[in-house]
């Protein structure tokens, strides 16, 4: 089934890079035309306006790494709308640092419109840069036309002011974590489900094998996610200078709430103390010309993110580099055998990325930036390896945990001689399991069978019902896998076995009680880690932060286009209705693409995996 698996997601994958490659070929077509086109330039284009009003219009969610190339990062830059909807975590907080110092820069508007989430851990960190552009004394400013759910409203409330269009709502959902169970549909097409584990609270594999989730692990969710829960309540009220009880009260009564005012979302909001004032989109947009408007072209000073990401990056390109650096290497997303693409940590990609920290010698130590809820168990070890080769070589490795870095994420972390977590990592489910569905049962009932010889009695095919010999090899396997696992833990943990075993069993952490039971060395960010590093290198405050990064073949030829080019071409694209956005965000697109990446990442050489399904919605 693996093999099925495997051919299947290789062929969405190769379909979706198709789609992506034609699309490229036609924006290549089109810089060609632009550039001999004379179209119109904006020579303003790399300016900013007077007192300016910085809009910080995060699309989509926020993650540590785009799943997109340079190239066709650059063709979003230059549209102001990253592609399939990702926006970096370090963007939003680079052009807000920036900004905060910038006397261009007078005013700070959050725009939700188009902002979709992220993870508790990356919304403390845009939370805790927005508090610190407050100290500059400037004006942080919040707007939603359609209304503000869970991520929106956390980071809307460190904000001075909260607008809202009169005819949203704010609408707090609270935190998810939900399965589809498949044992009845399997027992109704006669598929037999073979589950290997070890880890009373490993429950990726549930689903195969459970109509409904265990109380072992139903527990172990309510016991994580109300830490987190009990931080949102808490972190939202302190910004807001609200009653956490009336907040609570707002979401868990918002029935009656609205009740009281004849139904009215929005007037319930701002009697709730919850917005500072009902906004509709023109009221709006007189209220920031007000603020900052150019009365001889009734327009407003305002400046994308993205804009202003581009002009303070080309400011800094000139930066000399250092002799001494610290290297750091994004690992984000499910952790697979092989090559993979921007937004999957394959291990060959990984190899060549630590390879190259290895080889400078400039590079004095790593930072190893994690989020991930692992993947295959094989790739995971040969990641691990290659770090603890890093290591060899006298330099240290600090290891920066996101929003989740679990099971596999916790296992390439742990070489790591310190590692950091953020106050609501997602950490820990130390545990193995495995899955092999057979099909003999299913393809019976359709008069298809298979028969023949073997000189070895082992089962191979999917059309064949696993023995008892068969499942013994398969869940020893597992069982070494995990003594594997829980012994590496040790090593680098200085703890024993027997210790390590009592807190993992595929039991999840939050970051703070990760750092009481010894999981990780420190609560910080990719900042603290950094600064860690440096102090483990005995490194001065005079070294370099180097990232590295994935080769991409288009990046040279991007970034040969000047503003100007690329300008004329977004022009004439324009002109002729060419929407880049409309075409790569398609729903079509991006649930291929959903599905393409989910089955690929089921590619382990043993059919072993060190999984962790802990993120929440």
Request: with cysteine.
């Amino acid at each position: 089934m693996k093999k099925i698996f495997k051919k299947l997601g290789v062929f969405l994958d190769a379909t979706l890079l198709f789609t992506k490659r034609a699309f490229v070929f036609i924006i290549l077509l089109l810089i060609v035309v632009g550039i001999f086109s004379g179209g119109g330039s904006n020579d303003d284009i790399s300016k900013i306006p007077e007192n300016a009003i910085l809009n910080v219009n995060i699309q989509g969610v926020l993650v540590e790494e785009l799943s997109t190339s340079d190239f066709e990062r650059a063709i979003a830059d230059f549209t102001d709308q990253p592609l399939l909807g990702e926006t970096l975590v370090t963007d939003v907080i680079d052009v807000i640092t920036a900004a905060k110092t910038d006397d261009s820069i007078k005013y700070l508007m959050l725009d939700f419109d188009n902002f979709t989430g992220g993870s508790p851990s990356k919304l403390q960190t845009v939370a805790a840069a927005i508090d610190d552009f407050k100290e500059s004394e400037k004006k942080v400013i919040a707007y939603s036309s359609l209304g503000y759910g869970m991520s929106s409203y956390y980071l809307a409330s460190h904000a001075d002011e909260i607008h809202m269009h009169d005819y949203a709502q704010l609408f707090i959902e609270g935190y998810r974590s939900y399965r589809t169970y498949y044992k009845s549909f399997f027992d109704k097409f006669f598929i037999d489900a073979n589950v290997f584990k070890v880890g009373t609270h490993k429950a990726f594999v549930e689903p195969y094998f459970r109509d409904n989730m265990s109380e072992e692990a139903k527990g172990n969710i309510i016991e994580w996610m109300t830490v987190l829960w009990d931080s949102y309540l808490d972190d939202v009220s302190k910004a807001r200078k609200i009653d956490v009880g009336s907040f609570t009260n707002y979401i868990n009564s918002l029935d009656t709430a609205l009740k009281e005012n004849e139904g009215d979302a929005g007037l319930t909001a701002l009697n709730f103390g919850l917005v500072d004032q009902l906004t509709n989109k023109r009221q709006f947009r007189d209220y920031l010309f007000s603020l900052s408007g150019d009365e001889e072209d009734n327009s407003i000073n305002t400046i994308g993110m993205r804009r202003y990401s581009n002009i303070i990056n080309n400011d800094q390109s000139s930066a000399i580099e250092d002799e001494s650096n610290i290297a750091v290497i994004v690992a984000s997303g499910g952790i697979i055998n092989g090559k993979g693409g921007p937004g999957t940590i394959a291990d060959e990609d990984f190899v060549t990325l630590i390879r190259k920290a290895y080889d400078d010698e400039s590079i004095k130590a790593l930072v190893l930036r994690v989020d991930s809820g692992g993947g295959s168990a094989y790739a995971s070890e040969v990641i691990a390896d290659e770090l603890e080769k890093f290591k060899e070589s006298g330099r240290p490795i600090v290891a920066s945990m996101g929003g989740v870095a679990a099971s596999g994420g916790y296992y390439i972390s742990a070489p790591a001689d310190k590692i950091y977590a953020e106050k609501a990592t997602i950490t820990g489910s130390i545990g193995v399991g495995g899955f092999i569905p057979t099909f003999e049962r299913a393809f019976d009932q359709l008069g298809i069978h298979e028969d023949g010889y073997s000189t070895v009695d082992i089962t191979t095919s999917v059309l064949q019902t696993l023995t008892e010999k068969d499942k013994l090899i398969l869940q020893m396997s597992t069982e070494n896998i995990y003594q594997k696992f829980i012994s590496k833990v040790s090593q680098n943990r200085n703890m024993t076995i027997e210790e390590v075993d009592k807190i993992a069993q595929g039991k999840v952490w939050i970051g703070e009680k990760a750092l009481e039971i010894g999981l990780v060395d420190a609560i910080g960010n990719q900042e603290d880690a950094i600064k860690a590093a440096a102090d483990l290198a005995e490194l001065n405050e005079d070294y370099g932060i180097t990232m590295i990064k994935r080769d991409d073949p288009f990046s040279t030829f991007a970034a040969s286009f000047s503003f100007k080019v690329l300008t004329k071409m977004l022009t004439l694209m324009s002109y002729m209705g060419f929407s880049i956005p409309t075409i790569i965000d398609h729903p079509l697109i991006n649930w291929v693409a959903m599905q393409s990446e989910e089955l690929v990442q089921f590619n382990d050489p043993r059919g072993i995996y060190l999984n962790c399904f802990c993120e929440i919605e």
